[in-house]
C-alpha cells in the first residue's frame, strides 16, 4: 500500500443557481492576459446542452482519455509513434469557433461617431485580430436553454441514450454544471505530453504545466477528455486549472469556492492507495469504475492507514485534515457524490452530487406530499432529470448509484422535515437508504448548514524548500512572467502570401512584421491559408541563437 494524499472537490448541484460568479472571479484571477481572452478555467454548463467547448464529450472526435486495448491503458490519441507523426500538424483540436472567438465593442464609436440623425452604435470586434466580427457564440450561449430542441440534439450524452427526452417547454428540465480541471488520478494530459511539462504534484495532486518546458505541441488539448488545457496563442504556451494552488498551499480555498454564492463547493483531503489507481482505471467494464474508483480511497480513521501514510512522508496534520475531509464523508461515507465521466479512465478529483430539486415540486403538482418517504423513493424513477441522463454523466450510465445517491438525498428531506415539525424521528426513513439517523443529520448539516471552516478543510502545504531564492512567483501572474513569451510575440497581422513564397512578394522581401520576434517564428493563428507564411523557415545563412 502506497498512500498519497489529493486535494479535491466535491460540488453539490443542488444549489447551483448558474450566477457565473465562480466563472467571473477564476477569470480575472487566472485568465486576464493577453492570449486567454477564450479561456475559461471555470465555466458554468446548462445541461441538456453542448458544453464548452462545443461538444467536448465527444471522444471519437477529439480522441480525449484513455483507451483499453488488449487489457492495457493506452491514450485515446494514440501511442508515441501516432502522436510524432502528427507533432506538427494535429486535428484533433477544436477550433476557435468550438470554443468561440472572443469579442469586444468599439466602444470609441459611441463618443467619436459625428452627429447625426441616426444613434451611433458599439459594434462588436475581434480580440483576436481586431477586426469586425459577428458574434455566434460564446462561453454560455445556450444558458438556460437546456430544453431546446437544437440543443438537446446536439448533447453528446442525450445522442447516447435509449430513451425518448420530452421536448415540450412545460416539461423540459435543465440543471447547470460547473466544471473546472479534474485534477484526476491518472491524467491522460500528462501522458500525451511530448515535453513534459504536465505533471502532476506529489504532495497534494494538483496537475500543473511548466511553463519554461512547454513547447506548446498542444498534445495535452487533445489528450484531456474534459478540454480544460487551453492554448495561449500569445506566449505560446498551453495553460489550464491551477486548483488556485497558492492559496491551497497557504490553506485557503480556491477562489471560486470562495467566492460561490450557492456555497455548493467542498475541499479537502482524500487519501489514496497509489498502487491500485493504475489497476482500477483498466477495470474493463466502464460502469464497474466509479467503484473501482471508491476502492482506491482510503480509510483515514484506519490506524493502519494513518500508520503507512506517515510512513510515506504524509504530515499528521494532513492526516488529521483527511478525517476532517468533508470530500471523504461526501464521497465514501455518506456514498452522494458521484465521478463526472468516469468512462474516461481518468480517474477525475472533482465529484458532483446530483440534482434532486424538481422530484418534490413534481409530486406536489399532482396533489401528493412530496416530501413523504415512499412517494419520493417511487417518484425518482420519473424524475424530470432522467435519471438515465444523469448516470451518462456521473456513472458511465450506470443508473444504480445514481439512485441511490438520490434516495439518500431525498430520506435526509423527509426525515429533516419530521424534525423541524417536531414529529417523532422515524428510523425506518434512514434505514431504507442503508444510513443511520445520526449519519443522516450529519449529512444535513455538512450540506445545508456547515460554517466556512466545515466546508473548506485544507492543511497548508509541507512541501521542502532547500532555502534557496526563487524567481519572480507564478508564471501566470501577469504577462512576461517565468517562461513565458512577450506578449506580442506571435501577434503578427494577416498577410497574402503568393504561391512563390516571400520573393514573390513586392520588392522581394519580406513584410517588416515577418519574424521581428522570437527568432523568425511566425504567427500560425492569424495565417490566411493561402502560400507559404512569412517566417515559418529560417531564411538561407541565418544565424541562430
Not at 504556451?237 to 485557503?252: L, M, Q, S, V
Not at 452530487?353 to 415512499?374: C, F, M, N, R, W
Not at 513586392?506 to 517564428?521: D, I, M, V, Y
Amino acid at each position: 500500500m502506497r498512500v498519497m494524499a489529493q486535494v479535491a472537490m466535491v460540488m453539490n448541484l443542488d444549489k447551483c443557481i448558474g450566477c457565473h460568479t465562480c466563472s467571473v472571479t477564476c477569470k480575472q484571477t487566472w485568465t486576464n492576459r493577453s492570449g486567454t481572452e477564450y479561456a475559461w478555467f471555470n465555466n458554468v454548463e446548462t445541461r441538456p446542452g453542448q458544453g464548452y467547448p462545443r461538444a467536448y464529450e465527444d471522444q471519437d472526435r477529439w480522441k480525449g482519455g484513455w483507451a483499453l486495448k488488449h487489457g492495457r491503458l493506452v491514450p485515446r490519441s494514440g501511442g508515441r509513434a501516432r502522436r510524432l507523426a502528427r507533432l506538427f500538424a494535429n486535428p484533433e483540436l477544436p477550433s476557435l469557433q468550438d470554443y468561440y472567438e472572443p469579442w469586444t465593442y468599439d466602444y470609441e464609436n459611441l463618443i467619436s461617431a459625428p452627429l447625426g440623425d441616426d444613434v451611433p452604435t458599439a459594434p462588436p470586434r475581434s480580440l483576436i485580430d481586431g477586426r469586425p466580427t459577428s458574434v455566434t457564440w460564446g462561453p454560455n450561449w445556450d444558458d438556460d436553454l437546456g430544453g431546446g430542441p437544437e440543443h438537446l440534439a446536439a448533447d453528446p450524452v442525450l445522442k447516447k441514450m435509449n430513451a425518448d427526452v420530452r421536448l415540450e417547454y412545460e416539461q423540459a428540465f435543465m440543471f447547470y454544471l460547473p466544471r473546472i480541471c479534474e485534477h484526476c488520478l491518472n491524467p491522460s494530459c500528462v501522458a500525451v505530453c511530448p515535453s513534459g511539462a504536465l505533471y502532476k504534484r506529489i504532495e497534494d495532486g494538483i496537475v500543473l504545466v511548466d511553463q519554461d518546458r512547454c513547447r506548446g505541441w498542444r498534445m495535452c488539448v487533445t489528450g484531456c477528455p474534459y478540454k480544460k488545457v487551453y492554448f495561449n496563442h500569445s506566449s505560446g504556451k498551453a495553460e489550464k486549472c491551477t486548483f488556485c494552488y497558492p492559496r491551497i498551499e497557504a490553506g485557503e480555498p480556491t477562489v471560486c469556492s470562495e467566492t460561490c454564492v450557492g456555497r455548493l463547493r467542498y475541499l479537502g483531503v482524500i487519501l489514496y492507495d497509489a498502487d491500485k489507481v493504475g489497476d482500477a482505471a483498466a477495470t474493463p467494464d466502464e460502469q464497474d469504475l466509479y467503484e473501482a474508483q471508491l476502492e482506491c480511497f482510503l480509510d483515514p480513521d484506519d490506524p493502519e492507514v494513518a500508520r503507512a501514510a506517515e510512513a510515506s512522508g504524509i504530515p499528521h496534520d494532513w492526516i488529521t485534515a483527511a478525517r476532517r475531509s468533508p470530500v471523504h464523508a461526501l464521497i465514501s461515507r455518506y456514498r452522494v457524490a458521484l465521478p463526472l465521466h468516469p468512462e474516461y479512465r481518468t480517474m477525475p478529483m472533482v465529484w458532483y452530487i446530483p440534482p434532486l430539486s424538481p422530484v418534490v415540486e413534481s409530486l406536489t403538482a399532482t396533489g401528493h406530499d412530496g416530501e413523504d418517504p415512499a412517494k419520493l423513493f417511487a417518484a425518482i424513477d420519473s424524475l424530470r432529470i432522467p435519471v438515465e441522463y444523469l448516470a451518462g454523466l456521473f456513472t458511465a450510465g450506470d443508473p444504480g448509484p445514481v439512485e441511490a445517491s438520490l434516495c439518500r438525498l431525498a430520506a435526509m428531506r423527509s426525515h429533516m422535515r419530521r424534525v423541524n415539525l417536531g414529529e417523532e424521528r422515524d428510523p425506518a426513513i434512514a434505514a431504507a437508504v442503508g444510513m443511520d439517523t445520526e449519519s443522516i443529520e450529519a449529512m444535513y448539516r455538512l450540506l445545508a448548514l456547515a460554517k466556512y471552516e466545515e466546508r473548506y478543510v485544507i492543511p497548508t502545504s509541507y512541501a521542502v524548500s532547500s532555502g534557496a531564492e526563487t524567481d519572480g512567483g507564478c508564471s501566470l501572474d501577469h504577462d512576461g512572467g517565468p517562461g513565458m513569451y512577450g506578449a506580442d510575440t506571435f501577434h503578427a497581422p494577416l498577410v497574402d502570401v503568393p504561391a512563390g513564397g516571400p520573393s514573390a512578394l513586392p520588392g522581394g522581401h519580406e513584410p517588416e512584421h515577418a519574424g521581428t520576434s522570437l527568432r523568425g517564428r511566425v504567427n500560425l493563428l492569424g495565417w490566411n491559408g493561402r502560400g507559404r507564411p512569412a517566417g515559418l523557415f529560417p531564411r538561407r545563412g541565418e544565424q541562430t541563437e
